[in-house]
């Protein structure tokens, strides 16, 4: 009988498995806690929404609305998309719930899988995962330099130190029209082809990001935002700036930079690591004055990240970083025999309701194979049972660092592991308010 043909994952999307899941979780756990002691609070939202969520807040003229959604009719009609990227949910979920009610900045943070249908490659997925953050409902500078020290934190906490951060201002409603104008009136003057030429009547800005060395040895005399700013903008950028400074984040201001979406106004910026080659963008983020009003809600500025967690696992092994506890388990259990099997299933039980994270050895497999699996596990003790110590009611505890070994009585087994492990970390157990 023929076998049946296997079914791959669809082109361009990652499976994480273990071993490499643990960096993977490890990670995002850290980018996640950077913001929560910051004052985020966490914000779990759909991964698909209503298509013109995208369109109108990330912008019809963008690669990402316009080439890369995962947009499909369902069974009642209606357009949805695959989130293909974060803020624009916040935002809506925000007025939805109408957090924005409440005390101002509102703080969230996110994390998850987003969604775009660009060409695969290394560090480029259709499905990806980002953390987030995004601060609602304040002008102040000093949440500028909040938002973009937490990132910075969020990656040092981890280790990495080859990345650059690069930032600019790109202006707010009233810098950027007068500005887009002169770039359009410049490019007017540049001999360039047709789809260039339309695209500076849609997005200029967009043309500033072109990679071709020729067009690019055209624009280096083109007028920068950076240099058009109103007073007011240019004071807020050199006031996060200076916040920068004095918290010794280092920067580059690199008034070129150009971000793939639209809602973007004033301090703006970018993550970027050398080692990641194409696909350097480890991070990146920036303010949105405008897109709150323009989904329908109070005029309220913003700022937020979202940080590429597949890149920055990518980013950390270039590095030569170990991220997150390889060892599966703490405690390894072998079994010798039927009854060792069933008396080991209680041992484990009970130290793992103790708090420690233990594994073993299933389907009476011999002593050397399951030694084996011990090691491989990552374990610091073995607890090796046999029927002989079944009868005497002890088991063999291994320190598998050491080699030292002794038998220890059944009822003695969680204080003997624990001589061995020292303190557990302390965690904040689940509690009952009184
Ligand atoms: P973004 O720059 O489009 O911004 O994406 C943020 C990060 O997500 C990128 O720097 C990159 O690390 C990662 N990323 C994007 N596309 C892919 C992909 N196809 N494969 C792997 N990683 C990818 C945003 O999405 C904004 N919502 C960020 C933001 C929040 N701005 C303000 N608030």
Do not use: W
């Amino acid at each position: 009988m023929a076998g049946k043909t296997t079914i791959s994952a669809p082109k361009g999307v990652p499976d994480y498995i273990p071993p490499a899941s643990r960096t993977f979780v490890a990670v995002r756990d850290m980018l996640v806690a950077a913001a929560d002691r910051a004052g985020y609070s966490p914000i779990e939202l759909p991964v698909f929404e209503d298509t013109a969520l995208f369109t109108r807040g990330v912008g019809e003229s963008t690669d990402v609305v316009s080439k890369e959604m995962y947009t499909f009719t369902d069974r009642g009609d209606r357009s949805i998309t695959l989130r293909p990227e974060g803020t624009a949910g916040v935002m809506r979920a925000v007025i939805e719930h109408g957090l924005d009610r409440g005390a101002l900045p509102v703080k969230l943070v996110y994390e998850g899988p987003f969604f775009r249908s660009e060409a695969p490659q290394a560090g480029r997925y259709r499905q990806f995962h980002q953390v987030g953050i995004e601060a609602i409902g304040s002008d102040d500078p000093a949440l500028d330099a909040e938002v973009i020290a937490v990132g910075h934190e969020a990656y040092r906490a981890i280790g990495l130190t080859g990345y650059r951060l690069e930032l600019t201002s790109l202006g707010d409603a009233v810098d950027r029209p007068a500005y887009r104008e002169k770039l359009q009136a410049f490019l007017a003057g540049l001999p360039l082809d047709e789809a260039t030429r339309e695209r500076a009547k849609l997005n200029p800005l967009r043309v500033l990001d072109d990679k071709r060395p020729a067009v690019q040895a055209l624009l280096s005399d083109a007028p920068l935002m950076l240099d058009h700013l109103s007073s007011g903008s240019g004071e807020h950028f050199r006031q996060v700036l200076a916040i920068l400074d004095r918290l010794a984040v280092p920067y580059v201001v690199n008034p070129r930079m150009v971000r793939g979406l639209d809602y973007y106004t004033r301090t703006t910026f970018e993550f970027v690591h050398p080692l990641l080659g194409a696909q350097s963008g480890l991070g990146g983020g920036g303010r949105y004055d405008g897109l709150m009003a323009e989904l329908g809600g109070q005029p309220l500025s913003g700022i937020g990240f979202g940080l590429g967690v597949d890149r920055t696992v990518l980013a950390a092994a270039a590095e030569g970083l170990t991220v997150g506890q390889s060892a599966r388990c703490e405690v390894y259990g072998v079994p010798m025999g039927e009854g060792a099997s069933r008396e080991l299933a209680v041992i484990a039980g009970r130290l793992r309701a103790a708090g420690i994270r233990v594994d073993r050895s299933y389907g009476g497999r011999g002593l050397k194979a399951a030694m084996k699996s011990a090691d491989a596990s990552g374990a610091r003790i073995a607890l090796v049972l046999g029927d002989r110590d079944l009868e005497q009611g002890t088991v063999m505890v291994k320190d598998l660092l050491s080699g030292d070994q002794h038998p220890v009585a059944l009822d003695r087994v969680e204080s003997a592991v624990r001589d061995i492990l020292g303190d557990p970390t302390p965690t904040v157990p689940a509690h009952r308010p009184e």
